[in-house]
């Protein structure tokens, strides 16, 4: 039997008082409804996405995934949007329908609900939980589901069910199809609940089960930030948990945030407030407190010092950056590459062992290796129209302060003498001095005072 999953995220989620839509709210970087769509990906089977407040946004956010959509143009309750789905459903699929402000619900938790043995019934992914405020409350007669009734709706008996709605369930095709339709809104938010269906499924004789999660936290949803800044910790304080199973020493885990895909080697040291979006280690790497990486790889050997930004960036085996290094876009620094404190880097390469260390830009340039740049080295690539590359030789020795005018070359081992101004190409080996030639006046006498 096929599945279908239909995933809801139409709603406008008033409870965070936001103008973007509730479901493109970030988790460790990546917005809600990508983390329900990754795990549906990792099911299988069809993927519809009920989206209709911002649905817009939504749908951009899946502009280059095999997503389809369907539009609930009024937000009339969670039963309305599965019904809005309807359409692209056939008799024989089996519907999973998970909530896209429930992110952290894994692929592996929800496979009973797919088992075969299920297929003919409706089958509740249910929670127990100490504090059940605000979730749907899973209504028992003699230990079987006879129904969920909403917070909203419930008696003060109901109230103390500790049983929840995680909202997911799995539903037949064909039942659904002339279910959904009788749904009515005669409750105190005036909505058409999924929920509804736990009722009429016992009313009509399909057997009713009860799946109960071991993982309560993935089963959370987000209504509020509150909620959101707790699911982000705890996803955090996991995924930290796993990187040190890996082989890495994080010196406190509750200072480290992952985001995206991290992956990293064995003997790697990550020190306090470090942010890793998409990055991957190799082994043995250091890096210092203050650190933000995205989108970069770090080799072996690599030690990052505090107060390091890096992004888009490659830094090569036993390369060394920082303290209050900045890699922007394009840099790639080849082994033992050393880039010091106040310097920023883009778009450039630099060659194995060049040293790059102290208060300089270096931009859309080749830098040979071994080469050596001076304190205060400036690439000037851009003429306010134009970016134009500078290429610095193999031993080339810039001196301090130096201004390399782009396009512009300096010769393998080329010596360009402190406080140059380059505007022509520099030669191989030779000393090249582009400075104003100091003098000294021998009668010249310091001023003196006017008398009044
Ligand atoms: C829902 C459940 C509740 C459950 C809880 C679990 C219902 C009636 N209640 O309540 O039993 O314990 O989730 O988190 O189903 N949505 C739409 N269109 C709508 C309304 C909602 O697409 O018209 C989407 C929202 O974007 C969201 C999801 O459905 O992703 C849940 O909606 P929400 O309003 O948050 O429901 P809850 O009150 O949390
Ligand atoms: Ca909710």
């Given at each position: 039997m096929s599945v279908h999953i239909v995933?809801?995220?139409?709603?406008?989620?008033?409870?965070?008082?936001?103008?973007?839509?509730?479901?493109?709210?970030?988790?460790?970087?990546?917005?809600?409804?990508q983390h329900v769509v990754d795990t549906a990906q990792q099911l299988g089977g069809d993927i519809t996405l009920v989206v209709g407040h911002g649905a817009e946004a939504v749908k951009a956010q899946f502009a280059e995934q095999p997503v389809r959509f369907v539009?609930?143009?009024?937000?009339?309750?969670?039963?309305?949007?599965?019904?809005?789905?309807?359409?692209?459903?056939?008799?024989?699929?089996?519907?999973?329908?998970?909530y896209a402000d429930v992110p952290l619900i894994e692929a592996n938790a929800l496979l009973p609900l797919l088992s075969g043995e299920r297929a003919e019934g409706l089958t509740l992914f249910t929670?127990?939980?100490?504090?059940?405020t605000g979730y749907g409350r899973v209504v028992r007669e003699h230990n079987a589901i006879t129904a969920i009734v909403e917070q909203k709706d419930a008696t003060p008996e109901q109230l103390r069910i500790k049983e929840i709605n995680t909202g997911i369930m799995s539903v037949p095709g064909q039942w659904l199809q002339q279910a959904l339709p009788r749904l009515d809104n005669s409750n105190a938010q005036q909505e058409y609940y999924l929920t509804d269906l736990v009722a009429m499924a016992v009313a009509d004789g399909l057997v009713v089960n009860g799946v109960e999660a071991d993982d309560l936290i993935a089963t959370q949803g987000v209504n509020n930030r509150?909620?959101?800044?707790?699911?982000?910790?705890?996803?955090?304080?996991?995924?930290?948990?796993?990187?040190?199973?890996?082989?890495v020493t994080v010196i406190d885990p509750a200072r480290l945030d992952l985001r995206g895909t991290v992956t990293t080697g064995t003997d790697n040291v990550i020190d306090v407030n470090v942010i890793l979006d998409n990055v991957s280690l190799g082994s043995n790497v250091t890096i210092g407190a203050n650190c933000i990486i995205r989108h970069s790889h770090i080799a072996d050997g690599a030690v990052i010092l505090d107060n390091t930004l890096i992004e888009e960036s490659h830094v090569g085996p036993n390369a060394n950056v920082g303290p209050f290094a900045r890699l922007r876009p394009g840099t790639a620094l080849a082994a033992k590459a050393k880039v010091g404190n106040f310097v920023e880097i883009k778009k450039s390469q630099i060659g194995e062992g060049a040293k790059v260390n102290h208060l300089t830009y270096v931009g859309d340039a080749t830098v040979g290796a071994g080469a050596n740049i001076g304190a205060g080295t400036i690439t000037c690539n851009y003429d306010g129209v134009n970016k134009y590359r500078t290429r610095i030789g193999d031993g080339a020795f810039i001196?301090?302060?130096?201004?390399?005018?782009?396009?512009?070359?300096?010769?393998?081992?080329?010596?360009v003498g402190a406080g140059s101004v380059i505007s022509k190409d520099a030669p191989a080996q030779q000393l090249t001095l582009a400075r104003a030639k100091q003098l000294t006046l021998a009668k010249w006498q310091r001023p003196t005072k006017k008398d009044a």
């Open positions: 995933i809801l995220a139409a709603g406008q989620g008033t409870r965070m008082k936001s103008k973007l839509p509730k479901v493109l709210h970030p988790l460790a970087g990546t917005p809600l409804v539009t609930q143009a009024e937000q009339l309750g969670t039963g309305h949007a599965v019904a809005q789905a309807l359409p692209c459903i056939k008799d024989d699929q089996r519907v999973l329908i998970l929670a127990s939980l100490n504090d059940p509150v909620q959101l800044a707790a699911l982000e910790r705890e996803y955090q304080r996991r995924r930290v948990e796993s990187l040190m199973l890996q082989g001196g301090s302060n130096s201004t390399l005018i782009a396009p512009v070359s300096i010769g393998d081992g080329g010596y």
